[in-house]
């Protein structure tokens, strides 16, 4: 059973511009989330889609938005790239209510 | 707000001993726990989940929780330098919002 799967793996981007990042689920997973990490704040929750549907959402600015698709697949977006934004980001399926989460590798993003 | 505290660690144990990770958490509400190993580099991976007071055991791995004290803990028995990693407790309410905590860091030192 193939795992969850993030692209792409690096990003290095500016501050000022935008990123799209992509993950699938795994087959028969239709919750997806996406959590942000870093070394001082630890893993935190950005937001969750269940039937393309934004179910939850975290304590995150505007600037961070995302969606899922038919297929489960979802994007995150992070428009206006800070500093601060630097961080690995990691999407994770479950087959429902964020239980027993299954992480895909990440994204790890740098804003220079 | 909901929090989940861990101490940071390191722990340090030697080779064969039993581990002790442990957590609390804020939020009374909270009806699932989960255990993630993340090893440096890599992304969290579910080793252990409890959701009734009292224990759980897998192999060599066993969850405890309490809800009167919210208290959950995590004992790895003949621990391995392979277990060495960040041992993430996260916690999950009505709102199922997963709360983690910062991580323990534990080193099994041959």
């Known amino acids: 059973k193939a795992g969850v799967t993030q692209t792409p793996r690096y990003l290095i981007k500016t501050r000022g511009q935008q990123v799209t990042l992509s993950c699938s689920p795994i087959s028969g997973h239709r919750s997806v989330s996406w959590y942000q990490q870093t070394p001082g704040q630890g893993l935190q929750f950005l937001f969750e889609y269940f039937s393309e549907t934004q179910r939850n959402k975290g304590n995150f600015p505007g600037r961070f938005s995302g969606r899922q698709f038919s297929n489960s697949r979802s994007e995150m977006n992070v428009s206006t790239l800070e500093l601060g934004d630097s961080a690995l980001y990691l999407c994770a399926s479950s087959f429902a209510d964020n239980e027993k989460l299954f992480f895909g590798s990440g994204t790890q993003l740098s804003v220079l | 707000q909901k929090e989940v505290e861990q101490n940071s660690g390191p722990l340090s144990v030697p080779e064969g001993a039993i581990a002790s990770l442990n957590c609390t958490y804020s939020d009374r509400g909270s009806q699932s726990f989960f255990w993630y190993r993340q090893y440096s580099g890599k992304s969290p991976e579910l080793i252990m989940f409890i959701y009734s007071n009292g224990d759980k055991e897998d192999g060599r791995f066993t969850a405890q929780l309490n809800k009167a004290s919210q208290y959950v803990s995590l004992l790895i028995r003949d621990s391995q330098p392979s277990d060495s990693a960040t041992y993430l407790c996260?916690?999950?309410?009505?709102?199922?919002?997963?709360?983690f905590g910062r991580g323990t860091s534990l080193i099994v030192h041959p």
């Open positions: 996260a916690s999950l309410g009505g709102s199922y919002i997963p709360t």
